[in-house]
């Protein structure tokens, strides 16, 4: 399995790859909302696609990338980049996805803290030119991380019975010196 890859260090988390002993808790966390639309809207997870992803994470792979999100050496979360279901990733365009496990670990600037230094990270190393991301309009935390750190809402979507909030920033809109 994979021991190496990306690794981003914030102000308090690191955004590293998950380790082999990490799938059972990542698995155990995800399962724990697989009837939750607002988190997994196609169901809950693949227990042998979530190895797989433990195996590659960490590499960036056609505009897909798992990071665990890391807080003094405990896995509190998950961040990362995906093709979004049913639509054509275009070079430099990258969709943002985030969910940390546990109450206790939300609210206290970690998503965000997390949030902003892998949008540094795909501005600067990646490419990316727009990223994008969507939350459940139920979710006030999350619309609140993506308005304080610049993105613009773009408006609401429904797919897959729920109703999200889409919100994008710009290369340019984000202020990145490409140097």
């Excluded at 275009?90 to 230094?117: E, K, M, W, Y």
């Excluded at 993506?146 to 109703?163: A, Q």
């Amino acid at each position: 399995m994979n021991n190496s890859g990306v690794v981003i260090r914030g102000e308090r988390v690191v955004l590293r790859p998950f380790r082999p002993e990490e799938l059972d808790q990542w698995h155990s966390a995800r399962m724990a909302s697989a009837d939750d639309r607002t988190q997994f809207p196609v169901g809950p997870p693949d227990p042998e696609r979530l190895c797989e992803r433990v195996e590659r994470s960490g590499e960036l792979r056609h505009g897909t990338l798992d990071l665990a999100v890391d807080v003094d050496g405990r896995l509190i979360g998950e961040i990362g980049t995906y093709a979004e279901p049913g639509r054509e990733m275009r070079p430099g365009l990258f969709f943002l996805s985030i969910a940390l496990f546990r109450p206790q670990d939300r609210g206290r600037g970690l998503g965000t803290d997390a949030v902003r230094v892998l949008c540094d990270w795909l501005f600067r190393s990646a490419g990316a030119e727009r990223i994008e991301s969507s939350t459940a309009i139920s979710n006030p935390a999350m619309r609140g991380v993506f308005e304080k750190l610049g993105f613009g809402f773009e408006g609401v979507k429904s797919r897959w019975d729920v109703d999200w909030a889409h919100y994008a920033v710009s290369r340019e809109q984000w202020n990145v010196d490409p140097s």
